[in-house]
T-cell receptor
């Protein structure tokens, strides 16, 4: 089944403890993105990648890192999580080239930082 | 900076009726306008999308109407069913930075 898989689905952690949210897609998609979803703010882009070793910042990149060493994986790293990073996170991927292909989203990771 | 405004926030429609959700955008550099459907505990799922050089697109019971001059687009759900109850997000896509700018969502409830 074609899908974007995120792990873990739920995570509670403490301030300052480094964590990684994994994202993997099995559709050979070039483009991948991370979004966070917050009540009243909708979904906002954190980082995106156009291919292996090509990443760039979105609207809210502060406090996050990403890497794209393989085409299928796009992990989101929080080096020192803070309570304001408590949110619902989504990884997404799409095929190219050109803009007329929609993103497929994962099921989300609900992160709580205490 | 909210570049895509969506209304209403919530909508209740009777089964068999027409559900209409509206969006307006500010940035003229957008390349593509998708609508996403989200059920509780799930990620957004692409429902239907339209290019800015097209005024209307229909897929089954779902239709997007697009007015480029007014910078507005809307989703119409015909013959609404209880299974359509979900949160709907309009979005505008910029190819240059791979960014989907989302509206704030509409919670749709279809009552029997």
């Amino acid at each position: 089944e074609a899908q974007v898989t995120q792990n873990p689905r739920y995570l509670i952690t403490v301030t300052g403890k480094k964590l990684t949210v994994t994202c993997s897609q099995n559709m050979n998609h070039e483009y991948m993105s991370w979004y966070r979803q917050d009540p009243g703010l909708g979904l906002r882009q954190i980082y995106y990648s156009m291919n292996v070793e090509v990443t760039d910042k979105g609207d809210v990149p502060e406090g996050y890192k990403v890497s794209r060493k393989e085409k299928r994986n796009f992990p989101l790293i929080l080096e020192s999580p803070s309570p304001n990073q408590t949110s619902l996170y989504f990884c997404a991927s799409r095929i190219g080239p050109g803009p007329y292909y929609g993103y497929t989203f994962g099921s989300g990771t609900r992160l709580t930082v205490v | 900076q909210q570049q895509v405004k969506q209304s209403p926030q919530s909508l209740i429609v009777q089964k068999g009726g027409i559900s209409i959700i509206n969006c307006a955008y500010e940035n003229t550099a957008f390349d593509y306008f998708p609508w996403y459907q989200q059920f509780p505990g799930k990620g957004p799922a692409l429902l239907i999308a339209i290019r800015p050089d097209v005024s209307e697109k229909k897929e089954g019971r779902f239709t997007i109407s697009f007015n480029k001059s007014a910078k507005q687009f809307s989703l119409h759900i015909m013959d609404s069913q209880p299974g359509d109850s979900a949160t709907y997000f309009c979005a505008a896509f910029n190819f240059g930075n791979e960014k989907l700018t989302f509206g704030t969502g509409t919670r749709l409830t279809i009552i029997p």
